[in-house]
């Protein structure tokens, strides 16, 4: 079951992402780490009513941000839409003993009937390019991979931002 998050599951959305973090270390993807994701960008998310978590037999197992608002870090790029109703995906986690079961597709699959069903123009997100699994997800559902943007405090690497027209 996919729902708004509350309050109360913060923590648990910070042991997923915290589990993840080092799943990813694990296979040399240093993608997250101590900086981020925390627990004030999950409260503000949240608090923005943008945050959705995923239930596997009724235990937050999975978590998801839909939002409207641009980070200052994709005004570079070149969309393939104009930037006034887009949805952007953040901070997108599915427990690593949940990971290769089809959560991630369902998910990701909420994310886009959102975006239809409230007739939003595409969706964009960014994925580190050292995760190539991430890639490949993404490509495989239609997204565009559209140019590249820097976040210093989580790493040197880039990460390739993507988008999808609807």
Known sequence: MIRKAEEKDIDCIISITKACAKHMISKGIYQWNANYPNAKAFENDLKRNELYVLEI???????????????????????????????????????P?????GFAQ????????FAIDNNYSSIR???FSQNKRN????????YKQLGDIYFPKQSEFPFHCYELVL
């Not at 003993?97 to 079961?101: F, R």
């Not at 369902?106 to 009937?113: C, I, K, R, S, V």
């Not at 890639?135 to 239609?142: A, P, T, V």
Request: charged share 20%; glycine share 4%; net charge positive.
């Open 57 to 95: 037999n009724h235990q937050v197992s999975g978590c998801l941000v839909i939002s409207t608002l641009m980070d200052k870090e994709y005004v570079p790029i070149k969309w393939l839409t104009s930037n006034k109703n887009n949805i952007y995906i953040h901070r997108f986690a599915i427990h």
């Open 135 to 142: 890639q490949k997800f993404y490509e495989l559902r239609g």
């Open 97 to 101: 003993k949940h990971q290769g079961l």
């Open 106 to 113: 369902q998910l990701m699959a909420f994310a886009e009937q």
């Open 125 to 127: 997100l960014d994925t």
